[in-house]
């Protein structure tokens, strides 16, 4: 069977992705894999040097995505399929040109972890991801801002003369074009992967890449990599050099064996070959190979402990089996980022396929006879030197302009290749791709001024990079041009000018609760309680005298949003009565999400009626956008109740202590 490319419609089990939140993302994330700048003084110089290197402040531009739910209706997902008569790979470029299974025919087994339902849950840096499959993770350390969001994809010729699909984007954190192209060989047991980052701008840009390869998991599971030693990391933020296979008396290389989530980055010695299987009891499973640019392996486990259990039900349906992931990257761990010089890229090539292997011996006590055993049956299946030959027959072909388009992403890329007259050969962003979002900016392009708007409602997304900024400076001031002018300045770090450029936009606007957000936002960056319980108290008053009954989503949004953030303001002041106040205005259908069912019990206890809080515990909510490492629930349960933390609450992916 000749390798064959086709569109189709994945139907799954699916809750909605929701609306945008319409406020800009003006905080620093809080992400969980970060370590303590004390914890770097003994760590090895270039590792040291990359963990602090353009770390990100915001997710600017991008925009959180926190309206999902968890009501899940039979939905279709478009879908390519790529094929030959040893594999099946399917493809969802509308979710970010995930990975969502790969097929071994002969065999009839999933390779991968595949995901039974669509479940959004607070894992990206910008709010919605789903686990399953194989995820492109680029931009900073954390899952893509591009997890739920479209890219474009195209069938291009592969080197052998068959078809190769290609996936592409413009990463916005960093303002970076990359392309992923998925090349199957007729005949072939692996999945060929290439990939190519590059910098089109003067400047260097720091660079982030990690393959997610989620691999079921069950008792007997083993991951393997070439490496004695690799770097602990868990939820406490610190990271320790360990022997591998076993530290604390566990072999970590059993996912299972550990109690709390955790990393494992492999110490993979220089000249050796770059692999990572997970293989069952019975020695079969998948392998994941690369060209040597590809330098990281890591392993990830949600352990056997209550907490990473219970995330692992949030994440589908009750029944299905577990996952671990292993996963391979550009720099040593996840916490670094690797500097990529102007006009230069980075380009490797990965293989994905199936791996037997001696299970006496992969499950045998000898770490290096395992090992040496799975890399002995890796060059069988796939030599390094094939490996390096598929790279080398690729990278010509990454230039190839794609013929057939299948999806298509967002026009974010077009409008900076027309910014900065780019020329990208074999990721066109088209001039058709520019909508809506991109409009008001493509006017300030051409004219130097944004359009006024034409309809009421919350602002749109800003734009951060330098070209902007120096763009909105030199732009008419009005109330619009000051807001967006001020978010930029924010991401710039100048955040006495940000706030100078909202006070200014303030005494111009009409609609005045876009900049009280924001100056509530800086004053509770530079310690003002009162006065940011103040700003979001009339911020909100402001949106909820202009909202508009047009049903519209960012009006829908915009609400509910405002709304969470001035409550826990509220609270931050010592203001329940302020706090309540603003959670009675809302629409009852939104006081009932779980998001707001939690607060409410956070008012009542800052009220004294810790017996009302502990009532609608026990009358059970979830909170859908509940973020990764986020220890809220179990914190509020001990201020209401001296019994241990129901299950059903309990997300814990740490010790106590």
Known sequence: MATTVRRAVLTLPAAPRGPENPLPALRTPGEPHAVDERERAGLPRDMARQLGHEPLRTVLPVRVLDG???????????????????????????????????????????????????????????????????????????????????????????????????????????????????????????LHVGVRIRNPHEHPAPVYWWSNIAVPESEGTRILAPADEAWHFGYERTLTRVPVPETGGTDRTYPLRSEYPADYFYEVPDGARRWIAALDEHGRGLVHTSTDLLRGRKLFLWGSGAGGRRWQRWLTEPGTGGYAEIQAGLARTQMEHVPLEPGAEFSWLESYGPLSADPAVVHGADWGAARAETERRLADALPRTDVDAAYAAWLPFADTEPADVLATGSGWGALEVKRAGLDLPGTPFAESTLGEEQAPWLELLHQGALPRPRRAGPPGPSLVSPHWRDMLETAPADALTEYHLGIAQWHADDRAQAVRS???????????????????????????????????AEAFEDLCAERRDDASESWAAAAPALAREAIEAQLAAGRPAAARTVWAALDPAVRERGRFRLLDARILVAQGETGAARALFDAGFEVADLREGAETLGDLWAAVSQEPLPDAYNYRMRPKG
């Open 502 to 536: 909202w006070e200014r936009g303030l005494a111009l606007a009409t609609f005045r609760w876009p900049l009280l957000r924001c100056l509530a936002v800086a004053a509770q960056d530079s310690g003002q309680a009162d006065r940011a319980a103040g700003l979001y």
């Open 68 to 190: 999902y739910g968890r009501e899940r209706t039979p939905t279709g997902l478009d879908a390519i399929v790529i094929e030959n008569d040893r594999l099946r790979a399917t493809v969802l470029p509308g979710l970010g040109g995930r990975l969502h299974s790969l097929h071994h025919k002969p065999t009839g087994r999933e390779l991968v972890y595949r995901n039974p339902v669509f479940q959004p849950a607070g894992f990206a840096l910008n709010g919605a991801w789903f686990s399953g499959g194989v995820e492109w993770n680029i931009g900073a350390t954390g899952h893509t801002t591009l997890s739920c969001a479209p890219v474009h994809a195209a069938v291009v010729p592969a080197p052998d003369g068959g078809p190769m699909v290609r996936l592409w984007e413009w990463e916005r954190l960093r303002d970076l074009p990359f392309q992923v192209d998925l090349w199957l060989p007729d005949d072939s047991d692996f």
